[in-house]
């Protein structure tokens, strides 16, 4: 069991920076997979990037491939997620998720453990 917290949201123009971080409990911590999900208002949840747990394996949406890096520290039990070249689309509640089983990583069903969001707003 892992419990996970959001923190570093806020409000940036177009085109800035923000990263994004989930502190987990449990020193179970790092055999679990990490995910960052995203909702915006009116949309479903849709899936942004997941790290397993040797840290060096990543994958990403489409919409954020080149701008956004997904990391983590075990010994901090942290994962990060790095927004560049944020887009007023980016605008959305983040959800840091976490497991310790499935396959299906960008599938928000293969997750049993979900913070509970941080705000990013992009300007135009």
């Known amino acids: 069991q892992v419990q996970l917290v959001e923190s570093g949201g806020g409000l940036v123009q177009a085109g800035g920076s923000l990263r994004l971080s989930c502190a987990a409990s449990g020193r179970t911590f790092s055999s679990y997979v990490m995910g960052w999900f995203r909702q915006a208002p009116g949309k479903e949840r849709e899936f942004v990037a997941h790290?397993?747990?040797?840290?060096?394996?990543?994958y990403y949406a489409d919409s954020v491939k080149g701008r956004f890096t997904i990391s983590r520290d075990n010994a901090k039990n942290t994962v990060y997620l790095q927004m560049n070249s944020l887009k007023p689309e980016d605008t959305a509640i983040y959800y840091c998720?976490?497991?310790?089983?499935?396959?299906?990583?960008?599938?928000?069903?293969?997750?049993?453990?979900w913070g509970q969001g941080t705000q990013v707003t992009v300007s135009s």
């Open positions: 790290i397993r747990w040797s840290g060096w394996s990543a």
């Open positions: 998720a976490a497991t310790n089983s499935g396959s299906y990583y960008y599938n928000d069903a293969e997750y049993e453990h």
